[in-house]
């Protein structure tokens, strides 16, 4: 018996339970289907082609090892799938479910063809720890606050162990296959030689950067996860994203180590991530369109410049410069500074928080439908557990408070360098001689901020307050 299986956001051998389910049954046919124009406007973004490159590069080399053949072919899935059923002569299709709105009507659809065509079809759960339909409240209903949530999470069973790399046969049939390099997933311009120099992707890759967290990092993640200058994050979400570390090989590695109440606070990061995918799930209208109705009225400003000045890092507030030239050169943003780009964005320039999803979409590494839709939600106030619209991140005083020596700031603002902690994150603040003095004239090395906090958030306010009130 051969059994195609259908890889997509899971490229790892380890803990993966369709390869684990097909590799019991004979040969087994290990395929990627590139076919973007079927996940609609929320396909790979230019960043993720990147990483999905070199993902793809290094499970390829792990069947190579074991004498298998990643076999890539691009174009209607469907259709892709019918023709390497007839040239394998496979008698089952499995693959590890995603839980986007787009590609669960399309697999949906692609099952109910092969089982009328009496293919063996099953699909697994390999990237979350529970699924999207098993967790619901007291009335069968979705949560739509994490902390009932996580503490319901809780109280189920835990997580299951990880699988472990199973044995593999090769199908007897010969299968051709595209080049990787005929995806066109690498950029044309030389905009990710940063990128390169940040990040290894694939699944060897994602094991070293989780052993290395849990050694110590992990026990002071609930003191170290705010500060952008200093390196107390796991660095996982990425790996996380393309699936070649799972959810469950996380919380199992950190548990072997170190206690639950010990690893508590990174842990419960796993639980928002299975939040993100809950809400999406049963809520699949959000990735365009605010949970909480009223929103839609809220009076969104269309402002290019402003726009344009947040997105390369230039719109007078350091900390906010910093944290989205990070995001330029790595692909990667700090959480901390994530949310206070993102306040910025709807609350002081008041621009449509789809503006700032679209733009992290497509220069993120980890762009994951499910966590942006409900971090942009969150930090705008128009989602489930959304931050009260009242909560404005002031970018002066979040700059001072988790980045007090200027660290950050300096590392990605480095026209900022040479000023004195105490002005680096207000520099129109800082008296004459001191911008002289570091070589700074405001307007020519570094911009003047683009509006005022103050009389921003008084707006902000005013305008949330209108739809509160409607």
């Known amino acids: 018996m051969t059994t195609i299986v259908w890889f997509r956001q899971d490229f790892r051998l380890e803990d993966n339970p369709a390869l684990t ?11 990627f289907i590139y076919a973007p124009y079927e996940e609609g406007e929320w396909s790979y973004g230019g960043a993720s082609k990147w990483w999905l490159h070199h993902s793809l590069e290094n499970l390829a080399e792990e069947f190579l090892e074991r004498g298998l053949q990643l076999i890539i072919r691009q174009g209607d899935t469907l259709k892709t799938l019918q ?48 699924e999207p339909w098993t967790v619901h409240n007291k009335q069968k209903k979705p ?106 090989m996380i919380w199992h590695a950190a548990l072997q180590k170190h206690s639950f109440i010990d690893v508590e606070p990174y842990l419960r990061q796993l639980g928002w991530r299975e939040f993100a995918h809950h809400l999406l ?35 007078g507030y350091p900390i906010v410069d910093a944290g989205m030239r990070q995001l330029w050169t790595t692909g990667w943003m700090h959480n901390r500074v994530r949310m206070v780009v993102g306040s910025f964005l709807v609350k002081d320039l008041l621009i ?24 942009w939600q969150w930090v705008a106030g128009c989602g489930a557990d959304a931050a009260p619209y009242f909560r404005i991140f002031n970018p002066i005083t979040q700059g001072e408070k988790f980045d007090p020596e200027g660290e950050y700031v300096r590392q990605w603002v ?48 005013e305008a949330f307050q209108e739809v509160r009130g409607s």
């Open 21 to 31: 389910a097909a590799a019991t049954k004979g040969g087994i046919v290990p395929v």
């Open 83 to 130: 023709s390497l059923i007839k040239e394998t002569g496979a008698t089952a299709v499995y693959w590890n479910r995603r839980y986007e709105p787009a590609i669960l009507e399309r697999d949906t659809h692609i099952k109910s063809y092969l089982k009328d065509a009496e293919i063996d079809v099953q699909s697994f759960n390999a990237n979350l720890l529970y």
């Open 143 to 248: 949560f739509q606050v994490f902390t009932p949530f996580w503490k319901h999470l809780l109280t189920l069973p835990a997580p299951a162990e990880p699988l472990h790399v199973p044995k593999m046969q090769k199908s007897s049939q010969r299968v051709e296959s595209e080049n990787l390099e005929s995806l066109a997933l690498l950029p044309t311009i030389h905009w990710d030689k940063g990128i390169s120099t940040h990040w290894k992707p694939g699944a060897k890759h994602a094991k070293e950067v989780l052993m290395g967290f849990n050694k110590a990092a992990v026990l002071v993640y609930s003191e170290e996860r705010n500060r952008p200058d200093h390196p107390g994050v796991s660095h996982l979400s990425p790996y996380l994203h393309f699936g070649e570390i799972s959810p469950r």
């Open 281 to 315: 799930y049963h809520f699949p209208k959000t990735p365009n369109s605010p949970l909480r109705v009223d929103f839609k009225k809220f009076p969104w400003m269309k402002n290019s410049a402003a726009l344009k000045a947040w997105q390369k890092g230039k719109t």
């Open 352 to 375: 449509n928080w789809i503006e700032g999803a679209r733009w992290f979409w497509d220069t993120l590494l980890d762009a994951d439908l499910a966590n942006n839709t409900l971090g």
């Open 414 to 461: 480095p026209e900022l360098a040479a000023l004195p902690n105490e002005w680096i994150q207000k520099p129109w603040e800082a008296p004459s001689e001191v911008l002289r003095a570091a070589g700074v004239t405001l307007g020519r090395e570094y911009p003047h901020p683009i509006v005022d906090h103050k009389t921003a958030r008084t707006k902000a306010l």
